[in-house]
Nanobody, 124 residues
Framework: VQLQASGGGLVQAGDSLRLSCAAK????????MGWFRQATGRQRELVAA????????FYSVPVRGRFTISRDNIESVVYLQMDSLKPEDTALYYC??????????????????WGQGTQVTVSS
């Protein structure tokens, strides 16, 4: 499975962005999926995760109430809707697939396939 994330950009604080993660090759429609981010000088961290087919979700504390993860299993796309963006949300955002379970997965080491990152920059 090859994943491709898109939708990043430069926005102002309070704005919204929607990230998309699609399969360039293969199909992840039956896998648990996650969005991660890595800011400069910091470790990669989980932002949100979603089970298959999408009943269960998980959000990290910093984004809870502002970000929404969803998936379109027919089109094999996973989205991350980001509202009320803050400068501290600035990071390279990655999507990833976990192929061994369909449940929400919060351990970064459990994810098997990663897309390239898409940069999100939030100015104050």
């Amino acid at each position: 499975v090859q994943l491709q994330a898109s939708g990043g950009g430069l926005v102002q604080a309070g704005d919204s962005l929607r990230l998309s993660c699609a399969a360039k090759e293969g199909d992840f429609s039956h896998y648990a999926m996650g969005w991660f981010r890595q800011a400069t000088g910091r470790q990669r961290e989980l932002v949100a995760a979603i089970s298959w087919p999408g009943v269960r979700t998980f959000y990290s504390v910093p984004v809870r109430g502002r970000f929404t993860i969803s998936r379109d299993n027919i089109e094999s796309v996973v989205y991350l809707q980001m509202d009320s963006l803050k400068p501290e949300d600035t990071a390279l955002y990655y999507c990833a697939a976990e192929t061994n379970t369909q449940s929400v997965t919060t351990q970064i080491s459990d994810y098997d396939y990663w897309g390239q990152g898409t940069q999100v920059t939030v100015s104050s």
